[in-house]
């Protein structure tokens, strides 16, 4: 069964800093992997996402993520964290036969320090 | 477009009373799905449904919950009775027709419980 596994259940960062977030997944066949982020008393929403092709991609804010099979993992980066990106952020899997629903990690709260 | 529409926003109710939450899903999309957030266990999946059909409500914690959906545009998750340990933050979901994959879900606002 697909699962998604984030560490880190809170990180601190220095505004200006880079930011790294891990997520390691569970499946045995190519995973969709998604990266959500949950402000404040919000709804969630979706920051980057990877099917296929190419591993390194690119989201909203600044953000992106690199697939690694290798190492089942989909680590969530940004160069230069902004205070306006301390949040709640969900990596989240989903299998390309099956069901239509994606499977959510516990989750990883970034704070961020001026 | 207008994403996806919960209502209410807030809602405080007594032990006992029903408590019903409505969502409206982004128009064109044909999966809907309920979720719960709490600090103490996460986002949990309750049930979700293609085109109308429920396909997963393994996540529906006891009979007290049910949920519905009539039509393409409209759902509806009802506890009845409430309680206590009710008291969370429910989101509705929706994404579009499946392509190859799951398709990127797109979150309402929520709508937060307080079952006193």
């Known amino acids: 069964a697909q699962s998604v596994t984030q560490p880190d259940i809170h990180i601190t960062v220095s505004e200006g800093a880079s930011l790294e977030l891990r997520c390691n997944y569970s499946?045995?066949?190519?995973?969709?992997l998604f990266w959500y982020v949950q402000s404040p008393g919000q709804g969630l929403q979706l920051l980057l996402k990877?099917?296929?092709?190419?591993?390194l991609v690119q989201g909203i804010k600044g953000f992106e993520a690199e697939f690694k099979r290798s190492q089942s993992s989909f680590n969530l980066r940004k160069p230069s964290v902004h205070w306006s990106d301390a949040a709640e952020y969900f990596c989240?899997?989903?299998?390309?036969?099956?069901?239509?629903?994606?499977?959510f990690g516990t989750g990883t709260r970034l704070t961020v320090i001026p | 477009d207008a994403g996806v529409i919960q209502s209410p926003r807030h809602e405080v109710t007594e032990m006992g009373q029903e408590v019903t939450l409505r969502c409206k899903p982004i128009?064109?999309?044909?999966?809907l799905f309920w979720y719960r957030q709490t600090m103490m266990r996460g986002l949990e999946l309750l049930i979700y449904?293609?085109?109308?059909?429920?396909?997963?409500d393994s996540g529906m914690p006891e009979d007290r919950f049910s949920a519905k959906m009539p039509n393409a545009s409209f759902s509806t998750l009802k506890i009845q009775p409430s309680e206590p340990r009710d008291s969370a933050v429910y989101f509705c979901?929706?994404?579009?027709?499946?392509?190859?994959?799951?398709?990127?879900?797109?979150f309402g606002p929520g709508t937060r419980l307080t079952v006193l």
């Open positions: 979901a929706s994404s579009p027709p499946r392509g190859q994959g799951p398709d990127t879900q797109y």
């Open positions: 499946y045995g066949a190519t995973p969709y």
């Open positions: 990877y099917f296929s092709g190419d591993t």
């Open positions: 989240a899997v989903g299998t390309l036969t099956g069901a239509n629903n994606l499977f």
């Open positions: 128009s064109g999309h044909n999966s």
């Open positions: 449904f293609n085109n109308n059909v429920p396909i997963d």
